[in-house]
C-alpha cells in the first residue's frame, strides 16, 4: 500500500493566518492527490483534485501543489469556517489511501 | 445534483454481517465514468477506504479487509450496497458511501452524510 503522511498531525492558527500541511507519499504518485475538508459530524468534502485544481465553488484562499512524493496544502487568510480537519488521498495505487489528517484549531 | 443517502442498522453483533445500503439519488448510478465506493472512519480515526463497484457489478475491495467485504449493485433501485461479515468492535466506524469520480482523475465527491454502526453484544 502506499502510505501517506501528513504533517503536522494538529496545528493552531488564527483568523487571518497563512496555514500550511504537508503530505509525503511513501513512492512517486504524480499529481495523483486530493485534498479534503472535514468538519465534525459531516462527511468530508473534496476542496483540491489532481494537487493542485481547486473543486468548482471552493474559495480561492485554498491551494495545492507538488508532484511525486511531496504535497502541500495551504489556506492563505483563515476563515472561522476552515477550522475543521484536512486529509489528503492518493489514487495511483490500489488500495486507495488518505494521510492521516491534519486538524486545524483556533489558537 | 447527486446526493448518497446511507441505510442499515446502527448495531450489529460481534461475528454476525454488517450490512448497509446507499440510496443515489438524483442521477443514476449506471452513468459512465462514475464508481461507487465505501469508506470508514473509527472513532476519533482517519478514513479508510473499504472498496468500489461499478454498476456492471465489476469489484475491488481493500485487502486490508481480508475478503469480509463485499459490495453489490442494485441498478433498477440506484443503489449499492456493502456486507461485512465477521465483525468485531475494530469495526465500529461511521460508514460513508461516495461517488467516485474516474474521469481524467479519481476523487471521492459527492458523500453520503456517513452512518455510524456499532458492533457490541
Known amino acids: 500500500d502506499i502510505q501517506m503522511t501528513q504533517s503536522p498531525s494538529s496545528l493552531s492558527a488564527s483568523v487571518g493566518d497563512r496555514v500550511t500541511i504537508t503530505c509525503q507519499a511513501s513512492?512517486?504518485?504524480?499529481?495523483?492527490l486530493n485534498w479534503y475538508q472535514q468538519k465534525p459530524g459531516k462527511a468530508p468534502n473534496l476542496l483540491i483534485y489532481?494537487?493542485?485544481n481547486l473543486k468548482t465553488g471552493v474559495p480561492s484562499r485554498f491551494s495545492g501543489s507538488g508532484s511525486g512524493t511531496h504535497f502541500t496544502f495551504s489556506i492563505s487568510s483563515l476563515q472561522p469556517e476552515d477550522f475543521a480537519t484536512y486529509y489528503c488521498?492518493?489514487?495511483?495505487?490500489?488500495?486507495?489511501?488518505f494521510g492521516q489528517g491534519t486538524r486545524l484549531e483556533v489558537k | 445534483q447527486v446526493q448518497l443517502q446511507e441505510s442499515g442498522p446502527g448495531l450489529v453483533r460481534p461475528s454476525q454481517t454488517l450490512s448497509l445500503t446507499c440510496t443515489v439519488s438524483?442521477?443514476?448510478?449506471?452513468?459512465?465514468?462514475?464508481?461507487w465506493s465505501w469508506i470508514r472512519q473509527r472513532p476519533g480515526k482517519g478514513l479508510e477506504w473499504i472498496g468500489y463497484?461499478?454498476?456492471?457489478?465489476?469489484?475491488y475491495y481493500n485487502p486490508s479487509l481480508k475478503s469480509r467485504a463485499a459490495i453489490s449493485v442494485d441498478t433498477p433501485k440506484n443503489q449499492f450496497s456493502l456486507n461485512l461479515t465477521s465483525v468485531t468492535a475494530a469495526d465500529t466506524a461511521v460508514y460513508y458511501c461516495?461517488?467516485?469520480?474516474?474521469?481524467?482523475?479519481?476523487?471521492?465527491?459527492?458523500w453520503g452524510q456517513g452512518t455510524l454502526v456499532t458492533v457490541s453484544s
Open positions: 488521498q492518493q489514487y495511483d495505487g490500489r488500495p486507495i489511501t
Open positions: 461516495a461517488r467516485d469520480f474516474t474521469v481524467n482523475g479519481y476523487w471521492f465527491d459527492p
Open positions: 513512492q512517486d504518485i504524480n499529481n495523483f
Open positions: 438524483g442521477g443514476s448510478i449506471s452513468s459512465a465514468g462514475y464508481y
Open positions: 489532481d494537487a493542485s
Open positions: 463497484i461499478y454498476y456492471s457489478g465489476s469489484a
